[in-house]
């Protein structure tokens, strides 16, 4: 009598929603969830520049591959009050929002930065 083959939880998993794990592979492999990720990143950014109370020369937040950033206050103006305070460093901000499912390397978590000089 032919013995019956167990799967293993995982792929068990897989076969019972199989329909699900498809259309969900189209959606990481074709171009909809990097659209869907630039749409929430877009969305972020002009939340956080038009919504955050900050001061009058921070600069806002810009993109630059997946990852929002801003270099804080703009430098210029020699009596920047807030570059003074800070000893001529500069607080940052960073939003991390790429893809989260191919990440660039293994330790990859989306993220939110915030970097202060230690003066």
Not at 69 to 95: D, E, F, Q
Request: aromatic share 6%; no cysteine; glycine share 6%.
């Amino acid at each position: 009598m032919p013995k019956e083959y167990t799967f293993s939880p995982k792929l068990k998993l897989i076969v019972a929603h199989l329909k699900t794990v498809r259309s969900l592979d189209n959606y990481v492999r074709g171009i909809e969830m990097k659209k869907d990720i630039q749409d929430l990143s877009n969305h972020l950014r002009q939340e956080l520049n038009s919504s955050v109370l900050r001061p009058a020369e921070w600069s806002d937040l810009e993109l630059s591959k997946g990852v929002l950033y801003s270099s804080g206050p703009m430098a210029p103006a020699p009596n920047n009050a807030l570059l003074t305070k800070w000893g001529g460093g500069a607080i940052r901000l960073a939003v991390e929002l790429r893809d989260p499912v191919h990440p660039d390397n293994s330790d990859y978590d989306p993220y939110v930065e915030l970097s202060v000089p230690e003066a």
